[in-house]
């Protein structure tokens, strides 16, 4: 028996796990885990890569391992997706969104969407002194935002958060993710015949006039983009706001510091994307024999990269487990690395930026509420809190 297969590896359950213990058991006795199970029901078998370089180095050989695996699992509820294709075609689907995400580009949705959107939903509740932050905030803020900017209307993006958390989990929930892919391409339907005929200047408008290689992209390629775009923009970055005010909250000396001090925002969220990332693990398929540190690799085999092990690493990482504003290393890989690096990263840092300063402007003096249960990050694929039950000086000015 390999070492690989002699570690004993315990199932998680997929909502409430808590992993981190077990990853770092591997990373000291077994860096690369083989369960039996497939990934999703895709590959010969699964191998987990829990070490910062072995994941990097996945990453970085498209070659070898292939990012088909994330097509042939989330197809059925995304359709054609940018994060299942590789190589040359993968780099033409890339460049047309692209420049819609560069840091040069987010400036005018910092005006005109992110920063309106988190005051709407503060003023919302400032009056009141008492929240659950997760239902009143997060989780309806970066939806909001990534539809703007995509094209759809923005009074329906609560809509969307609930279509676009049931199409994420559909390799789980077959059912309800298939339910909420139909209701998508239903309600998009329409506004993409619309734009054809008059484009607005928004994503939708851009894609449905875009070509590659002479070619106009078929609706299901349209479909692809858009179901995987709103999801990508709207399940990680919620989750990581939460996660970012649950540091603070449980960490009253740093939400103290981090109040009175804002120049720290950027290093708050770098060590939140390091300490508890919100997406924690990246799929792949093994093209050919290979191998990981090691660990013989068979073609065919589906490779789970764990980028939030990866980031508690100890070769890269002092006291990795320990959540730490100081922290000197930024060398997380929460957004991936390599060819598909997250594309919405410089979005997702903007908007926790904003949220953050906003959040702890207008509800002053933040804190746990001591009557609600406690904040807890929790998931094996997905992390973030659930509830976050919070106490603040109420706005009598604005009542
Ligand atoms: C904190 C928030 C976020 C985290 C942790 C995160 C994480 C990631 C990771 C790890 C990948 C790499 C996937 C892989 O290698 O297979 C990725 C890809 C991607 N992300 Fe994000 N993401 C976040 C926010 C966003 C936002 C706001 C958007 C905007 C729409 C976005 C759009 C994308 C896209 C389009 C890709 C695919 C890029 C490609 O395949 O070339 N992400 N993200």
New binding site residues.
Partial sequence: MTKAESFVYEEMDFVTAQPYAQWKRAREECPVIRSDGRLFGVGESLYQVTRHDDAESV?RDAETFS?SI?LEHMKRFMGEL??G?DGPE?RSY?SL?APA?RSSQLEKWEDNVIRPSIQMYIDEIATRGKAELVRDVTMRY?VRV?CAIVGVPIEDSDQFQEWAQQITQGPIFPEAGLAASKAMSDYLAPLIAQRRITPTGDMISDLVHAEIDGEQLTDERIYGFLK??LP??AE??FR?LGNALTALLLHPEAMQRVANDRSLVPDLIEEV?RWE???TQ??RIATSDTEIDGCLIPAGSGVAVL?ASANHDADHFDDAEDFNLDRASRRHI???T????????H??RM??SVGLNAILDGLPNLRLDPDAPPPVIEGLAFRGPVSLHVLFEPATGRA
């Avoid at 390599?338 to 990263?345: A, D, E, Q």
């Fill in positions: 990453l990012s994330n940018i994060l294709m993968h890339r969104v995400f970066p990534i995987f775009l990508a923009g990680t970055t990581a994307l990332t919100s997406i990246v799929s980028v929460a957004f991936g390599g060819p598909h690096m997250c594309l919405g990263m979005l997702a908007e926790m």
